[in-house]
């Protein structure tokens, strides 16, 4: 199996010479003049013009000397390509994969998942805005999804990113880089979107806007964005007799004040707000028959979802000593007030009414952060930092009816409140030696200290039949000290090409179930997970930077996995599995031959699964799918790990007219370790087509997504593991047509 992988990656990689991928990229801190001078040249490259700048190892290099694995999407491919949202732009990178519910989407790199459900841990892969880590270290029970408008470009790094960016990359990064204020430019954006969706009952409409005013020229500026979005149900509850019942809506927006009170000293303010809202789940029918359709669901009661984002930052940078001194001071907060159906429960207990289950959540981080970047110039360059992170966050989970109060003697069914702290401390440091004319080596090490702490109570007939009013207490204490260290060998024979050699670790921190107070099979806590990470890669420009190929091979050694399985409750749990291992290759190529034609394409074959076996693990519950299931074995498959994975696009230019067709291949997976009884997902392809005009202050765009409404599943769940209940999928969206307009001045 393995030599077969490695011949189709192979293959699959010389196809890509025909093809092409755009693969800007970078992975910067602000404020640092030194990384936001490059934005236009990062942003435009094309044929003849300046090569990419990318600031991934934070500082300013060119991305093709850079000995890691990254790709982006510039601000103008955003635009063209239509990109709002995290399921547009990790569709379309290479080795990333995305899973979506109810209450969040969370992607995966290089087959690195734990779940393809809700995370009731830290996920394997972050999500930044800037500085700031959007995912928790903890149960994230909603995923904001930072609206892309006036995003200077989205950056992908692939590989634990531990010696940078510490315990949330463990098998590597997303950064969404904003745009910060022009101290020299009156400049303004508006943004108008009008579309349908296919079974919508109304129309999708989306309102963007930015505007960028110096305040005292060349001194002090401020740049304000605001957005709103609402895109339409089109999901019916015939149980409840409702139609396109999971509307959602999004707003927020943006603001920056900058200041460069002398040449060599710029600050920093900023702050950001999201609010998203859904009305119910977009959960619909596994498995449809004649009277259940696949744009139909049975909840009793709406599952609905309302998050608040909040960020504010202070930076400053010094230049000092041919380097720059930075410091940045950041606060932020996520409150969500989330609403589930547990009528299932109730049913279970001889009362099938509608039953809410509530869930508000309240979480608080602060992070102070201070580096030292050398100058680029010289044989040696380095950077060095110190980093805190303070996390808390408290939630709670109550289910009642008080039907059931006569027969029980209470009308809890379930009830939980818990709380976390958790505080992160870490010194690191990287640095590059040239010591041959072509050669370059680089090291790089973080070192950490994790403290946690964990108190909770449960309670309810759903953890304690006997005696469901006690109150089963947890306070749970550790902390550990780690490290993860990077090194990486550059050779270039000839001035296009950089072959490299990197090896690094990931690290993921241990914490506790907070369910586990009186239920049997669930464990109290769980350790840290830690992977190795080897990649080979390849990047070459060639023909005046009208092609550039890129190809890494990697293989991840992933010890002491934290995954999630079910108790007999239904209930999910996190426990350490064992090892594993994934491998594969991924290639990436643009193709711009000239100014009316581009050509772009990535592929990823991958293969992740176990190396140990774990046969005590409660896989499976006894439901109406048989008998309990115990046991991971080696050789099972990672949970949502795609074999497979293909995107590319073709854009024709013909004055200021565009056409252009992109398309996406997601591979089959499977929900569970084995194939038999598991639920697939995957396995659908997308093609969108869009069609513009660019004026010298205005275009518009005329868009089909997912135009021939393919309905592939993203994910599922599989509530038939619990008896009387009915396997849910969550699909791809249907066709959508509409047009946006963008004005500038």
């Known amino acids: 199996m393995k030599n077969q992988m490695i011949r189709q990656a192979l293959a699959c990689s010389v196809a890509l010479g025909t093809l092409g991928w755009d693969v800007t990229a970078s992975a910067e801190t602000r ?139 463990l098998s590597g990064s997303i950064r969404i880089i904003t745009n910060k204020p022009d101290l020299g430019a009156v400049s303004g954006k508006f943004e108008g979107t009008l579309s349908t969706t296919d079974g919508a009952g109304q129309p999708n409409y989306a309102a963007n806007a930015m505007v960028n005013v110096p305040l005292i020229a060349d001194k002090i500026g401020m740049r304000a964005v605001g957005y709103y979005r609402s895109d339409s149900g089109y999901i019916d509850n015939p149980v409840r007799g409702e139609t396109d019942v999971d509307d959602r809506r999004s707003y927020g ?129 380095y950077i060095i930092g110190l980093y805190y992170n303070s996390r808390f966050r408290d939630f709670r989970q109550e289910a009642n009816q008080p039907a059931i109060a006569p027969v029980y003697g209470t009308d809890r069914i379930y009830k939980v409140y818990a709380n976390q702290r958790a505080t992160e401390l870490a010194a690191y440091g990287e640095g590059t030696l040239s010591f041959a004319e072509r050669w370059e080596a680089t090291l790089g090490l973080r070192v950490f200290r994790n403290d946690y702490h964990f108190t909770s109570s449960v309670s309810g007939l759903l953890n304690s039949f006997a005696t469901p009013l006690r109150d089963f207490t947890t306070d749970v204490t550790n902390g550990q000290t780690d490290y993860t260290p990077r090194a990486s060998l550059s050779y270039r024979p000839v001035p296009n090409v950089n072959i490299y050699a990197t090896a690094s670790k990931g690290y993921r921190f241990g914490l506790t179930n907070y369910n586990s107070g009186a239920n049997g099979g669930t464990p109290l806590t769980y350790k840290s997970d830690t992977l190795w990470n080897y990649e080979f890669g390849v990047k070459a420009t060639m023909w005046d930077n009208r092609v550039t190929l890129n190809t890494a091979a990697y293989y991840v050694d992933w010890s002491d996995i934290q995954l999630t399985f079910r108790n007999a409750n239904g209930q999910g749990y996190i426990t350490n599995a064992g090892d594993a291992r994934s491998y594969g290759i991924e290639s990436e190529l643009s193709f711009r031959p000239n100014a009316s034609f581009e050509l772009n394409a990535a592929v990823t074959i991958n293969h992740s699964a176990l190396t140990k076996n774990n046969p005590g693990i409660l896989r499976r519950a006894a439901s109406a799918r048989g008998a309990a299931v115990y046991g991971v074995f080696k050789g099972d ?26 398309d996406t291949y997601v591979g089959p997976s499977y929900i569970d370790f084995m194939k038999a009884g598991s639920l697939k997902i995957g396995d659908y392809n997308l093609v969108n087509l869009r069609l513009g005009y660019r004026g010298d202050n205005f275009d518009v765009t005329l868009f089909a997504e997912n135009l021939f409404n393919d309905r592939g599943i993203v994910n599922a769940v599989p509530n038939a593991d619990l008896v009387g209940l009915t396997d849910a999928a969550f699909r791809v969206r249907p066709r959508t047509v509409g047009a946006t307009l963008r004005a500038n001045f």
């Open 253 to 381: 927006g943006r603001f920056y004040l900058s200041a460069q009170p002398t040449e060599t000293l710029s600050l920093l303010a900023s702050v950001t707000y999201q609010h998203d809202a859904q009305d119910d789940q977009t959960a619909t029918y596994y498995f449809p028959t004649a009277t259940r359709t696949i744009d139909q669901w049975n909840a009793r009661s709406a599952t609905r979802t309302r998050s608040d984002l909040f960020i504010a930052s202070l930076a400053a940078d010094q230049e000092l000593g041919g380097g720059n001194l930075n410091f940045t001071a950041t606060y932020g907060s996520n409150k969500s007030k989330n609403r589930f159906d547990a009528s299932p429960y109730s049913a279970a207990l001889g009362f099938p009414l509608a039953t809410p289950l509530i869930q508000p959540s309240d979480s608080n981080t602060k992070i102070l952060e201070a580096r030292y970047t050398s100058a680029s110039g010289g044989a040696f360059r």
């Open 637 to 662: 498959r990672l949970p949502g790990s795609q074999e497979l994975s293909l995107a590319g696009g073709i854009q024709y230019n013909l004055g200021n007219a565009f056409i252009r067709v992109d």
């Open 31 to 169: 404020p640092d003049p030194a990384a936001e001078a490059v934005p236009q040249a990062a942003q435009d490259a094309t044929a003849g013009k300046d090569e990419i700048v990318v600031t991934a190892q934070k500082r300013t290099e060119r991305l093709q000397d850079v000995p890691l694995a990254i790709s982006a999407f510039t601000e103008a491919t955003i635009e063209q390509q239509g990109i709002k949202s995290i399921e547009d732009y990790a569709s379309r990178a290479a080795g990333v994969s995305l899973s979506r519910d109810s209450t969040q989407a969370s992607f995966s790199v290089r087959g690195i998942r734990s779940t393809t459900g809700a995370d009731t841990t830290s996920a394997t892969a972050g999500i930044y805005v800037d500085d700031y880590p959007i995912y928790d270290t903890w149960f994230r029970f909603t995923s904001p999804d930072l609206r892309i408008f006036d995003v200077g470009r989205i950056e992908i790094l692939r590989g634990p990113q531990g010696t940078l960016y510490g315990a949330t990359s």
